[in-house]
Structures are given as C-alpha cells and as structure tokens.
C-alpha cells in the first residue's frame, strides 16, 4: 500500500502549485495526509459520501472525489475552495493518486515476484501470467549476481545499486536474506562473460568508493529464458561460497570459472577426511603458520620457481629451502617436485572446505 508520507509530499506539491488546500481520508474517516484542518462538516460530509453511488460531489467550498484502484475505493479527497480551479485541482489530485497507487503496487508486486521467482516458489504457468501482467519480458538473456556485503547494510547497498542499474533498462533489484543484495541484469544478445566481470569489477568498486563496503560479488551463468533465472541465482550462490572457501583473496567469482574449487565443493565429508588421512595419515597438519602459509603460496604463484619466490619475499634462497624442507619433514611432501605440490594445493583446498563445513554444522 502506497505510504502516507508519498500522499503527504503529493498533495503539498499541488497545494504549492495551485494555492487549494487538499486533504487525503480513508475508508475510517482518519486524516492520511492534509495540507489544512478539517471541520467536523467535512467529516460529517465524507460519511455521507462513502455510502453514496457518486464518484465525486460538491457540497459548498467542498469538493468530494472517490480514489478507486481497479474500482475497490480506498480514499475520499477533499479539495476546499469555492473556485473552478478547486475542482480541476481535485481531479487532477486524484489522477494523480491512482496512478501513484498503481506504481507502488505494481513496483512491489514484482519484487515479490522476483524474490518467488529465485527461491523457485512459482509454478511454470505462474510465472508467464505474472511475467505478462507485470509488463515484464519473458525471451531476453539475464543473468543473477549476487552482492554480500556486512550483515545489516543492505539498506544502503541496495539504494547504491538501485541508483546503478534501473528498471527502465530492464534491471531488477531485490533482496532474499540479511546478508546480501540480488541483481537481476538484463543483458544484450551480444554480450558475454567478459561484460558480467565488467559489471561484476563495477559494482565492486562502486560499493567500495560510495559506501566505504568491502563486498564480494559473485555471478551465475546467462540464461535465456525468465524462468531459467533461478538457475543463475542458485549458481551465484555457489560461486560465492566456493570464493569464500578457496579463493578469499578475489572480490568476484564467476560460476563458469570456479576451477578445482567446484569439484572439491561437491565432495562429501567422509571422502574428505579418506584424503587427508591418506596423504598425511597421523600428521595432518591443522594449522600453519602465517610465514610458511605465505611462503606456500608465493611459491605456488611463482610456479615452484625457488629464485624468484625468494626474491619476492626478501629472503636468502637458503632460507626459502630451509622452509620447504621444514614443511616436508612436517607432511613428507616436497612442493618443490610437480606431483607432492599438486598434492599439497589440493590439501590446502580440501582442508579449507572442511573447515567451512564444521562452522556451518554440515
């Protein structure tokens, strides 16, 4: 239902334009919104109104007018003067009031929509009728990115983006939990993956510059048909939790780039512990150190280039080998050969996914 306030600022727009006075009722009598103060003739006059056949009526400086929606009568407007002008005022206000009730509805009709649409609540024949009542495309290329942010600044994450991306452009925003903000982009048949992680890079900086948020953004696959946008949502998803777990230094995660992550991901936990057990047996190593964890992955960054990884870190070649073998008594892997560092990046993977399953009780 459209606010008071949107009444309130309605009406003292007219009042400043027009120099009559409105006031807004509903169907209880109760002042919404009134650029004066009623009398009791005009309270006396609006009960005899509701109950009459009329859609509007002229009693003395009062001019009565009916604000119906799809003919279901909400308000009663009362536009005082004595004037000619007071009565076009009156129909004018009306106008105008039904056609913000009409936006108002419609616009929270589809966030409603959408939020039904990515939980996968609607049935197929549900989702075309509404698509068509809503003036919403059925046939354009979407795709769903979703944007976490800290929990309790969705608020202002979702008036930053709403302001970025508009409806007029066929963009929908809409928010399905406390910790993140869902875009619904419409896309031109000519675009691709590389024009989601421009837009996925612009929402990241945009947030960061304008809000001060560190936010992760992640996107599913573009998808051609509306009811295929769950799909895309449910990939966003995934993509944002294999970034958390695996690839915590990037902001964005594309679904069609989440490498060896996806397949880790998809492991259950049993099998998990199977391959640690394996490769560690008694010694799995439960926490490293933040130097040798760098060293690791610099090392890794460096394609097992022991020269240039002791050069990025600032330490004697000597040091750097004195580590890697310290790490190799502590597991009995050698990074330094192609097969244990393989071995040894997929541990650290499958180590980071099990811990994120203990925190989420699975």
């Known amino acids: 239902m459209i606010s008071s306030q949107v009444i309130k600022t309605s009406i003292e727009e007219l009042k400043a334009i027009s120099k009559v006075d409105l006031c807004v009722f509903d169907l209880e009598k109760n002042i919404v919104a009134a650029t004066f103060e009623p009398d009791d003739i005009s309270h006396e006059l609006i009960d005899g109104f509701i ?3 009329a859609d509007s009526q002229i009693i003395g400086a009062h001019h009565l ?26 129909k004018i206000a009306v106008s105008q009031l039904q056609n913000l009730i009409i936006a108002y509805k419609e616009k929270y009709d589809k966030n409603n929509f959408f939020q039904n649409l990515l939980l996968d609540n609607l049935l197929l024949v549900d989702i075309y009728n509404r698509a068509k009542r809503l003036h919403i495309e059925v ?8 944007i976490e942010m800290d929990r ?22 809409t928010v399905v939990d406390e910790d993140s903000v869902v ?3 419409t896309m031109d048949n000519a675009d691709d993956y590389t024009e989601l992680e421009r837009v996925a890079n612009t929402i990241v900086d945009m947030v960061n510059m304008e ?7 992640a996107y599913g696959t573009i998808v051609g048909e509306l009811k295929d946008v769950s799909k895309s949502y449910k990939e966003a998803k995934m993509a944002l939790d294999v970034g958390k777990i695996f690839y915590a230094e990037k902001k964005v995660t594309p679904y069609n780039k989440l490498g060896i992550g996806r397949l880790i991901f998809q492991l259950p936990k049993n099998l998990c512990r199977i391959f640690m057990d394996e490769i560690f047996g008694e010694n799995v190593p439960d926490e490293l150190d933040e130097e040798i964890l760098t ?19 600032f330490v004697h ?15 009995g892997l050698d990074i330094r050969t192609f097969d244990d560092a393989l071995t040894f990046k997929i541990a650290l993977m499958v180590a980071n996914y099990m811990k994120y399953m203990d925190s989420h009780n699975y």
């Open 51 to 53: 109950n009459s056949p």
């Open 65 to 90: 007018m009916k604000v119906l929606d799809e003919n279901e009568l909400l308000f009663i407007l009362d536009a005082k003067g004595m004037s000619e002008d007071a009565y076009m005022i009156s």
């Open 139 to 146: 046939s354009v290329p979407r795709a769903v990115f979703l």
């Open 152 to 173: 309790g600044k969705n608020p202002v994450a979702s008036e930053l983006l709403k302001g970025m991306f508009t409806a007029q452009s066929g963009d929908y925003i």
């Open 183 to 185: 875009l619904i982009k």
């Open 211 to 217: 809000a001060m948020m560190n936010v992760r953004v």
């Open 295 to 313: 060293t690791i992955n610099k090392f890794f960054e460096n394609n097992l280039n022991v020269s240039e990884t002791s050069r990025q870190l």
């Open 317 to 331: 070649r000597n040091t750097l080998v004195y580590r890697l073998e310290k790490l190799e008594k502590t597991t």
